[in-house]
């Protein structure tokens, strides 16, 4: 097919005119300037071009349209003397009028000959921030370079990470007006195909006009999600986690202006895992693990079984009558429990808009000073806030913050069933929680592999920090076509 896709130079302007308005978008740069003797059009929008590469790199060729009288002559084939005097190495020839409309939409630059020869170049310069630690995932040793909102960036990043030609990026658009960039991240020749196929089926399926909020609406869309709590996918700002789970086998997708990838198909007790881990002696990397799944369960069901034992002292030993309440407050106990709660989901939502400089104060605040008066005025115990802080606590330990959101919600189910049905409510609770995430099943993937069902040797590596120099093989839900790792 041929990249002859406007009739002349003024057919193009006509066509960029009925898409952009005439004179209406300032960052719109349409140009005529002359390569040698061959007037061409350049288009592009300012403020995604590397404008600094765009001066020094294409300056020597292009002449002012008032300054070319000596340059004129008979040229016979446009194509051939556009690309002899313009060899330059990110070039390349769209197809239709809408791949060259997309492609300066992108941040390339668009070229038009007077024969309606185009070309596009590739000097995108996203403006975003350059790669730094991520917040919510660091570690003591390691690099601290993260993902960035810039697409290009962040491939690059990982790309940096596996030097293997077997590793894929495959871009698509995404969206009917928005046209989000998103790529395909996975390892050729290890990836299972299967899964591969789904995904690419599911993003072909998505009609909308925008992603905004990137990859959590691509979650949603991918998966259908409706209004399952829990994630389906594990997103990582850091690109040696996703090599790592790319070289396991699995997929990863990379979203435009976000700086997040998105990482499938994954399981209850990747959520769990953490790069301080593999940066710790395995013994060490091993103990943080099982404290993490520890303070997980914890945050689910300290709360309601501190309850159940407070209402319940026929439950307590001797050695645990320090549990029960010791100073009375003129609410019902479950009520106080709820207001802390709420409290301190109030003081996680206002943290998140607060300035950070404010963060702090505020945080001494409503923690030291409100929680004192709360206890001196009667409204609650002292049990209620200890208790409530260190359950906090243990929700702060899970790594992935999606999960830690969803535990404070399941908690509340679990303890207004004991508040209900005593103990057998607290059971029942649990048992249901338990096998609402045993049901699912996201990509065909049960949620709680290696547990439900149960492989033996599987479940050991995920309880198990086990030395590099192990032989270990790849995690059996990606359905990797090798299995073993070498």
């Given at each position: 097919?041929?990249?002859?896709?406007?009739?002349?130079?003024?057919?193009?302007?006509?066509?960029?005119?009925?898409?952009?308005?005439?004179?209406?978008?300032?960052?719109?740069?349409?140009?005529?300037?002359?390569?040698?003797?061959?007037?061409?059009?350049?288009?592009?929008?300012?403020?995604?071009?590397?404008?600094?590469?765009?001066?020094?790199?294409?300056?020597?060729?292009?002449?002012?349209?008032?300054?070319?009288?000596?340059?004129?002559?008979?040229?016979?084939?446009?194509?051939?003397?556009?690309?002899?005097?313009?060899?330059?190495?990110?070039?390349?020839?769209?197809?239709?009028?809408?791949?060259?409309?997309?492609?300066?939409?992108?941040?390339?630059?668009?070229?038009?000959?007077?024969?309606?020869?185009?070309?596009?170049?590739?000097?995108?310069?996203?403006?975003?921030?350059?790669?730094?630690?991520?917040?919510?995932?660091?570690?003591?040793?390691?690099?601290?370079?993260?993902?960035?909102?810039?697409?290009?960036?962040?491939?690059?990043?990982?790309?940096?990470?596996?030097?293997?030609?077997?590793?894929?990026?495959?871009?698509?658009?995404?969206?009917?007006?928005?046209?989000?960039?998103?790529?395909?991240?996975?390892?050729?020749?290890?990836?299972?195909?299967?899964?591969?196929?789904?995904?690419?089926?599911?993003?072909?399926?998505?009609?909308?006009?925008?992603?905004?909020?990137?990859?959590?609406?691509?979650?949603?869309?991918?998966?259908?999600?409706?209004?399952?709590?829990?994630?389906?996918?594990?997103?990582?700002?850091?690109?040696?986690?996703?090599?790592?789970?790319?070289?396991?086998?699995?997929?990863?997708?990379?979203?435009?202006?976000?700086?997040?990838?998105?990482?499938?198909?994954?399981?209850?007790?990747?959520?769990?895992?953490?790069?301080?881990?593999?940066?710790?002696?395995?013994?060490?990397?091993?103990?943080?693990?099982?404290?993490?799944?520890?303070?997980?369960?914890?945050?689910?069901?300290?709360?309601?079984?501190?309850?159940?034992?407070?209402?319940?002292?026929?439950?307590?030993?001797?050695?645990?009558?320090?549990?029960?309440?010791?100073?009375?407050?003129?609410?019902?106990?479950?009520?106080?429990?709820?207001?802390?709660?709420?409290?301190?989901?109030?003081?996680?939502?206002?943290?998140?808009?607060?300035?950070?400089?404010?963060?702090?104060?505020?945080?001494?605040?409503?923690?030291?000073i409100i929680g004192q008066i709360a206890i001196d005025v009667g409204l609650?115990?002292?049990?209620?806030?200890?208790y409530s802080a260190v359950t906090a606590i243990f929700a702060f330990s899970?790594?992935?913050?999606?999960?830690?959101?969803?535990?404070?919600?399941?908690?509340?189910?679990?303890?207004?069933?004991?508040?209900?049905?005593?103990?057998?409510?607290?059971?029942?609770?649990?048992?249901?929680?338990?096998?609402?995430?045993?049901?699912?099943?996201?990509?065909?993937?049960?949620?709680?592999?290696?547990?439900?069902?149960?492989?033996?040797?599987?479940?050991?590596?995920?309880?198990?920090?086990?030395?590099?120099?192990?032989?270990?093989?790849?995690?059996?839900?990606?359905?990797?076509?090798?299995?073993?790792?070498?």
């Amino acid at each position: 097919m041929s990249n002859q896709v406007f009739a002349s130079i003024d057919d193009a302007k006509g066509f960029l005119e009925s898409r952009f308005g005439k004179d209406v978008s300032y960052d719109l740069c349409i140009k005529d300037v002359y390569v040698r003797s061959l007037p061409v059009l350049c288009v592009y929008i300012s403020g995604l071009v590397d404008a600094n590469t765009l001066t020094i790199q294409l300056a020597p060729l292009f002449h002012d349209a008032g300054k070319i009288d000596h340059f004129e002559q008979e040229i016979e084939d446009e194509e051939k003397y556009f690309n002899d005097f313009f060899n330059f190495y990110g070039k390349s020839e769209p197809k239709d009028r809408e791949e060259f409309l997309r492609g300066i939409l992108s941040g390339v630059v668009g070229i038009v000959t007077a024969s309606g020869f185009s070309y596009l170049l590739e000097l995108r310069n996203y403006p975003g921030r350059q790669p730094a630690e991520p917040d919510n995932e660091k570690v003591i040793r390691g690099s601290r370079d993260g993902f960035a909102e810039n697409i290009i960036l962040n491939t690059g990043l990982i790309r940096r990470r596996i030097r293997d030609p077997r590793l894929r990026f495959e871009l698509k658009q995404i969206s009917t007006i928005g046209q989000t960039d998103v790529a395909i991240c996975y390892m050729e020749g290890i990836v299972n195909q299967k899964h591969l196929k789904w995904i690419k089926k599911r993003l072909s399926e998505i009609k909308h006009d925008g992603l905004t909020m990137t990859d959590k609406s691509l979650e949603e869309w991918i998966f259908k999600q409706r209004f399952h709590p829990i994630p389906f996918v594990r997103y990582s700002e850091r690109p040696d986690i996703v090599a790592a789970h790319l070289l396991e086998g699995h997929i990863a997708i990379v979203v435009d202006t976000s700086p997040s990838v998105i990482i499938m198909p994954i399981s209850f007790f990747h959520l769990l895992q953490h790069a301080e881990e593999y940066r710790q002696a395995p013994f060490i990397g091993t103990t943080i693990r099982i404290l993490r799944y520890l303070a997980a369960f914890l945050s689910l069901t300290l709360l309601p079984v501190w309850y159940l034992l407070a209402t319940n002292e026929q439950y307590l030993p001797d050695a645990l009558s320090f549990i029960g309440v010791k100073e009375h407050s003129s609410l019902p106990l479950f009520l106080q429990i709820i207001i802390a709660q709420l409290g301190l989901e109030y003081l996680r939502i206002a943290a998140i808009h607060t300035p950070m400089p404010l963060s702090t104060a505020m945080g001494l605040v409503a923690g030291v000073i409100i929680g004192q008066i709360a206890i001196d005025v009667g409204l609650f115990s002292p049990e209620i806030v200890l208790y409530s802080a260190v359950t906090a606590i243990f929700a702060f330990s899970i790594p992935t913050f999606e999960l830690s959101v969803t535990t404070k919600y399941f908690q509340f189910i679990i303890l207004i069933a004991t508040v209900i049905w005593d103990i057998s409510g607290f059971f029942i609770a649990v048992w249901l929680i338990f096998s609402y995430f045993c049901a699912l099943k996201p990509m065909q993937v049960p949620y709680m592999w290696p547990l439900v069902p149960f492989f033996p040797k599987a479940f050991t590596r995920v309880m198990i920090r086990f030395p590099m120099t192990n032989d270990s093989v790849r995690p059996y839900i990606v359905g990797a076509k090798q299995r073993k790792r070498a």
